[in-house]
């Protein structure tokens, strides 16, 4: 069956389907030209105002659009408010605008079913194509074609998160790595050394007199004691300049060693909690997951579930003991719910949320460049973020308690490093010239001592 509408010339054109009030009072206001949808959805960014057409009687073309009960970031169709939108949407009017002809969409709702009974309107022609978040599947292949897809769909499993302490001692090395250790003790060592030069230039005694395997602990042993004891005395103002910066180094970098040390002792204390067996799996109404577990796990229950709200009450109150679902949904899921819910996977790959296109459809390898184009812009960027929340990962690493937080390497203390070896190099060449003044002065002093002493001895005749 079809339902008959009237463009704004007065042209009788029929859209198979039988629809609703309200969706035919949708569907009639875009044909009028009173609503553009990807207008309303894309705003100023929508900037298709080309005059060419690929063919005359394909100025226009309708586009059925599921009525997703749940996750409206992909798919939001609200007849009421006469609007669709939501992340796919926006996706197909940017691939859209990007065609080199002209040709104006007409979005469908269609009641949300299964999808591949969606995609099996394609081959019934009761539409031009598919917009929303459809999965490639093969089963999906024979009824219609995708374009190159526009977001990737692994699925994933979704279980409940359960705290466990899992360090050990080892992780107190852990904030910086073995390269940096070894020159944090090379730092200390050289500081060491530094100090008792000066020292036994002075001609301290705990230096000076000392025998030399306390002369070698003692270099070792009092950079690391000054920085809790007060331990020792030093008597050259050189040295106690290599100490001070000795002592600001590194309180510097005990207070990054601190901050890291925080964020391992906080990792993976919230660990998925996997069931040794499954009994009851959940899966989102609708989606193509439920023919996943029916092929790979066998003898357990299978539970529908319609919105992230059912999935979060069926995990809390043990309906199900894990949710199989699409790496998109669950990264919804746990951007709401994640300090208590975990995903484990990938699972399996698919190959990704695409636009679907009838068999042999002149359309749809135009619209898959364009798909290319759109997933390669900025605008692909700007809508992850409005849409699903999901921000650029060179800008803001996406939370995930898999992931170790990076150990410090010694590029990040070079500067620091740098400027107390120059500190130090300079305290000695500085203490070594006070030195040599101080010996050429008391040289001098007593040459002047032996010429008035001489002076007063008596003269022979």
């Known amino acids: 069956m079809a339902d008959e ?15 609703s009030n309200q969706t035919r009072e949708l569907i009639q206001k875009q044909i009028n030209g009173n609503l553009n949808i990807c207008s309303g959805v894309l705003r100023n960014l929508w900037k298709n105002d080309a005059n060419k057409t690929l063919h005359e009687n394909m100025t226009t073309f309708s586009v059925c659009v599921p009525k997703k009960q749940a996750f409206h970031e992909f798919v939001d169709v609200d007849e009421k408010d006469q609007r669709i939108g939501g992340f796919s949407i926006a996706i197909f009017c940017l691939a859209l605008q990007e065609l080199s002809f002209k040709i104006q969409p007409i979005f469908v709702p269609i009641p949300d079913e299964n999808y591949t009974e969606i995609v099996q309107k394609l081959a019934g022609k009761e539409c031009d194509a598919v917009a929303g978040d459809i999965t490639i599947i093969s089963n999906r292949t024979k009824y219609a074609e995708f374009t190159i897809p526009y977001m ?5 499993m979704l279980v409940p998160a359960t705290r466990k302490w899992n360090q050990t001692i080892l992780t107190l090395m852990k904030p910086f790595t073995p390269r940096l250790w070894i020159e944090i003790i090379l730092a200390c060592i050289l500081i060491g050394i530094a100090i008792g030069f000066l020292e036994y230039r002075e001609q301290n005694p705990s230096f000076y007199q000392a025998p030399f395997f306390q002369k070698l602990f003692m270099i070792i ?3 690391v004691s000054k920085i809790f004891l007060q ?3 030093i008597r050259n103002k050189c040295s106690k300049v290599v100490l001070v910066i000795w002592l600001l ?3 510097i970098v005990m207070q990054i060693f601190t901050a890291c040390l925080s964020s391992w002792l906080t990792l993976n204390q919230l660990q998925p909690k996997v069931p040794k067996q499954l009994y009851a799996v959940g899966y989102q109404n ?3 997951v439920v023919d996943f577990v029916n092929d790979h796990v066998k003898n357990l229950t299978r539970v529908p579930l319609s919105s992230m709200d059912d999935y979060k009450n069926a995990l809390e109150n043990g309906t199900v003991d894990a949710i199989f679902d699409e790496l998109p949904y669950i990264d919804i899921f746990l951007a709401k719910y994640g300090g208590h819910y975990m995903k484990v996977g990938p699972i399996a ?3 990704g949320l695409a636009f679907a296109f009838p068999l042999e459809s002149p359309l749809r390898q135009n619209f898959s460049a364009a798909v290319v184009k759109v997933t390669e812009s900025q605008d692909m960027i700007d809508m992850k973020k409005i849409y699903l929340g999901i921000k650029p990962q060179l800008l803001s690493k996406q939370d995930d308690h898999s992931t170790d937080p990076q150990s410090l390497d010694v590029h990040g203390f070079f500067l620091l490093f740098i400027v107390m070896g120059v500190a130090t190099v300079a305290a000695i060449i500085f203490s070594e010239i006070s030195s040599k003044r101080k010996r050429n002065r008391i040289r001098y002093d007593e040459s002047i001592e032996m ?11």
């Open 5 to 19: 509408f009237i463009t704004a010339s007065g042209e009788l054109i029929e859209i198979n389907g039988t629809y």
């Open 152 to 156: 990737s769909s692994e699925i994933y």
């Open 221 to 223: 042993w009092y950079p």
């Open 231 to 233: 331990e020792g005395e």
């Open 249 to 251: 180094t590194i309180f």
């Open 286 to 288: 609708g989606s193509f």
């Open 349 to 351: 790959d698919e190959p």
């Open 451 to 461: 010429g008035s002493i001489s002076n007063k001895l008596p003269q022979k005749a």
